[in-house]
């Protein structure tokens, strides 16, 4: 499941669950608010079962003499986002195999329709999310944003051959 929208709702509805539960700890609720959009960025990272578990490690290790400098707060947010990507694969790369057993590659048409679901009714006209997608992410010419008439797309965009 490697769609970044959807990948964006699990880790905001992940950390809503967070900051309202009682028995997780302080530095993760503080990494998750005051570092969100690294979070979001973690969350449509791969990879995550061979880096995760030990950077969490380093980091609890780290934590109490933390500076700074040392951006932690940061990292950790990322790093829980990646852990959200992983526990929604978990559960819903299962589903897209089974609605699309003959697919062998990833994205499946079944991740992109929950993606564009899940953009349509979480994100489409909403700017209550902490990084909301706008449909210009979605435009071949960007034209919702104000300004992009005064742009020529395609004269900016990079011819990367076949």
């Not at 979001?40 to 980091?59: E, H, N």
């Not at 700074?68 to 707060?73: A, F, P, T």
């Not at 697919?103 to 979480?122: E, G, K, N, V």
Request: proline letters at 3%; a negative charge; aromatic letters at 12%.
């Amino acid at each position: 499941m490697s769609e970044n929208v959807t990948h964006t709702a699990v880790v905001e509805d992940c950390f809503n669950m967070m900051f309202a539960a009682e028995h997780i700890c302080n530095a993760f609720k503080e990494a998750g608010r005051n570092h969100i959009q690294f979070s979001q960025f973690g969350s449509v990272t791969r990879s995550g079962d061979k880096f995760t578990v030990a950077l969490l490690d380093k980091y609890r290790t780290n934590w109490d003499a933390r500076k700074n400098e040392d951006n932690l707060g940061y990292k950790l947010a990322f790093v829980l986002g990646w852990l959200c990507h992983r526990a929604a694969d978990r559960q819903m790369k299962v589903v897209f195999r089974e609605a699309e057993p003959e697919s062998r590659q990833f994205p499946t048409d079944c991740s992109i329709y929950h993606d564009a679901f899940i953009f349509h009714r979480l994100y489409e006209n909403n700017n209550n999310t902490p990084f909301p997608y706008q449909k210009a992410h979605f435009e071949t010419n960007m034209e919702s944003l104000r300004g992009s008439d005064a742009i020529d797309v395609h004269a900016a965009a990079v011819d990367t051959g076949p």
